[in-house]
Nanobody
Framework: QVQLVESGGGLVQVGGSLRLSCAASGRSFSTNAMGWFRQAPGKEREFVATISNNGGDTYYADSVKGRFTSSRDNAKNTVYLQMNSLEPEDTAVYYC?????????????????WGQGTQVTVSS
């Protein structure tokens, strides 16, 4: 069983930055690929970023490529999402997720565990 707790969300102005953190419990973190997803009001949950178990492989949605960076610290059981040049369209609840396999995936169906989410609001 893996429990995930996101933090770092908040209100930021257009062009600003935030860093989200996702702390994981359990001994298997270093074997889990991780993902970030987001859901805006009235919209479906969408893929943002994914990172392999050792952090060596990442993949991003086109909408965030070049602005967002995912990283992880396996010693701290934590994955991060650095978000720069934020836009109003980035406003959403952001979720981290863990999968029991070590390679990355952009499909939410491939993830076994989910955090409760953290709100990110970008004001114009």
């Amino acid at each position: 069983q893996v429990q995930l707790v996101e933090s770092g969300g908040g209100l930021v102005q257009v062009g600003g930055s935030l860093r989200l953190s996702c702390a994981a419990s359990g001994r298997s973190f270093s074997t889990n690929a991780m993902g970030w997803f987001r859901q805006a009001p009235g919209k479906e949950r969408e893929f943002v970023a994914t990172i392999s178990n050792n952090g060596g492989d990442t993949y991003y949605a086109d909408s965030v490529k070049g602005r967002f960076t995912s990283s992880r610290d396996n010693a701290k059981n934590t994955v991060y999402l650095q978000m720069n040049s934020l836009e109003p369209e980035d406003t959403a609840v952001y979720y981290c997720a863990a999968r029991t396999l070590d390679y990355k995936s952009s499909s939410p169906l491939q993830y076994n565990y989910w955090g409760q989410g953290t709100q990110v609001t970008v004001s114009s």
